[in-house]
């Protein structure tokens, strides 16, 4: 980790909002929307005060940049700061009364809902469930995650 910089990016004060001045070639992060100045990048690995960082999600490129210059959230906090969840395969996932795979099922978990999450334990997201006039319909778990493998798409906005 570290050596020398290959590149940088540089943002700036827009008449609006923040705006990209430069940045290289293969810049292509997870999630770019300036206007809601939200900038992600997927980080591959941490070692010695530096984070292996996807810089372009469409071929995996990867380079390191200083953790102390960015802000770094593992999976389990970001996922409470997003607007909603959707899981990857609902015909099989179910909203749960537990945070266990025997728990009583509550929901289809794709049957239209809206997944606001609430609260991370382990593989197990605790998700408010809204119609789509966001009025409560209950509450329950969803697996997010099987080991290594993300079992929830986000939206961060809505």
């Not at 770019?32 to 530096?50: I, S």
């Not at 372009?56 to 770094?72: H, K, L, S």
Request: aromatic share 12%; charged share 25%.
């Amino acid at each position: 980790a570290g050596g020398r910089p290959i590149d940088s990016l540089v943002f700036r004060e827009g008449p609006h909002q923040l705006e990209l001045g430069h940045a290289p070639g293969w810049w292509q992060p997870e999630v770019e929307k300036l206007d809601y100045q939200l900038c992600y990048l997927k980080v591959k690995a941490e070692e010695n005060g530096h984070l292996a960082v996807e810089g372009n999600r469409q071929t995996g490129f990867t380079c390191w940049v200083a953790a102390d210059e960015v802000e770094f959230l593992k999976w389990s906090d970001f996922l409470l700061t997003v607007h909603s969840v959707e899981p990857r395969f609902p015909e099989d996932q179910l909203i749960l009364k537990a945070p266990a795979t025997e728990a009583e099922p509550l929901f289809q978990a794709g049957e239209g809902y809206i997944l606001q999450p609430k609260e991370v334990r382990g593989e197990w997201l605790r998700v408010e469930v809204v119609d789509e006039d966001y009025q409560p319909v209950g509450e329950g778990w969803l697996q997010w995650r099987a080991g290594t493998s993300l079992w929830v798409e986000y939206n961060l906005l809505s």
